[in-house]
């Protein structure tokens, strides 16, 4: 497809692909130029190399085993800063192609080598492997961006990490996988994250390097019914089948506030009045849960701060009668 709005001065590629022996191909490819030449090019799955304004440097890094890998590649024009990562670990680092810029309206494609625009693609070149799926960044993501990008990946896929596997619950809680996180000296991080335009964690208070909270949903119901299926006894209080879980690592991040998007959720059930946010450490809500009024924002947003949420934690969202008592 032609793009107006490709990435012009940086860059961040994912690709979930599988392919065995492979070693001519062409993975990602953007020709816009007049030079009918590609303007971006990531290739050669034995030895991924990029390609930029005539000039390519190769990394050395091996995708083409046959198995499922994480390939994430990344350019930036304003220092030539460019990296390979390979299941959420960095492989590869150096400078290229400073100061260059890509050019906007040309064409995208997967598996094939442009030597003009969406033209004279050679055989030889093709890429025969398998995508799950392709994600094209417009910014060069630092690296605790992408560490959470690749545990979604790896969580959706069931793609082992070679290394920064920070979450631990996608056997059962592997959908929109999401998450906050820090490195160097707190010079990159990630602050704030949304798990399916629902749930938002942000704003945490104690977060330092190489400390990461990650949290995916189950992918039950969340827009047909509310339930009093395992929640406190007593009748006051129902919820939605959904369930989020939480992996903390490497430390605490200490609290952090919730923003709740309401937009999707099912009416609310007669003589229910309040939304709540629940937290519970073993998934049973009907014992042990804490009980969170959710204070009302603006439109279908509601928030509630200041929550401490250990390794393991799962969270509900439900709603209830006036005489519920909460926790404080």
């Not at 692909?17 to 030079?35: R, W």
């Not at 798990?195 to 990461?212: A, F, K, M, R, T």
């Not at 509310?226 to 939480?246: C, K, N, Y």
């Not at 490497?250 to 946010?277: M, Q, R, S, W």
Request: charged share 15%.
């Amino acid at each position: 497809p032609v793009s107006a709005s490709f990435p012009s001065t940086a860059i961040t590629t994912f690709i979930v692909n599988q392919n065995g022996g492979e070693t001519n191909d062409a993975l990602f490819s953007y020709a816009a130029g007049g030079s009918g030449q590609n303007d971006y090019l990531l290739f050669q799955s034995n030895n991924i190399t990029t390609y930029r304004s005539n000039l390519n440097v190769a990394s050395g890094v091996s995708a083409n085993d046959g198995k499922w890998h994480i390939i994430d590649a990344n350019w930036r024009s304003s220092d030539g800063d460019t990296r390979i990562w390979l299941d959420g670990t960095q492989r590869f680092s150096t400078t290229f192609s400073t100061g260059i810029t890509i050019n906007a309206g040309g064409c995208l494609a997967l598996a094939g080598e442009q030597d003009a625009i969406d033209g004279n693609y050679e055989a030889a070149q093709a890429h025969l492997g398998d995508y799950a799926e392709v994600l094209v960044y417009n910014i060069s993501l630092n690296q605790a961006q992408r560490i959470i990008v690749a545990n979604y990946l790896a969580a959706k896929y069931n793609i082992a990490m070679a290394g920064n596997d920070y979450f631990s619950y996608e056997s059962t809680h592997s959908i929109d996988v999401a998450g906050i996180g820090q490195e160097l000296g707190g010079t990159q991080t990630h602050t704030a994250a949304m798990s399916d335009g629902i749930l938002q964690v942000e704003n945490p208070s104690g977060l330092n390097d190489q400390e990461y909270l990650i949290f995916g949903h189950d992918a039950a119901d969340i827009t047909t019914t509310w339930t009093a299926t395992e929640t406190p006894a007593g009748g006051s209080i129902q919820r939605l089948a959904r369930e989020w879980r939480f992996s903390e690592t490497n430390g605490d991040v200490g609290t952090v506030d919730f923003l709740i998007d309401i937009a999707t959720f099912p009416a609310i059930p007669v003589g229910f009045t309040k939304y709540a946010l629940m937290v519970d450490s073993d998934g049973d809500f009907s014992t042990g849960a804490d009980v969170y009024e959710i204070g009302l924002v603006a439109g279908t947003e509601y928030d509630l701060t200041g929550i401490n949420i250990a390794d393991g934690d799962f969270v509900a969202l439900a709603v209830i009668d006036p005489e519920i008592e909460f926790t404080s």
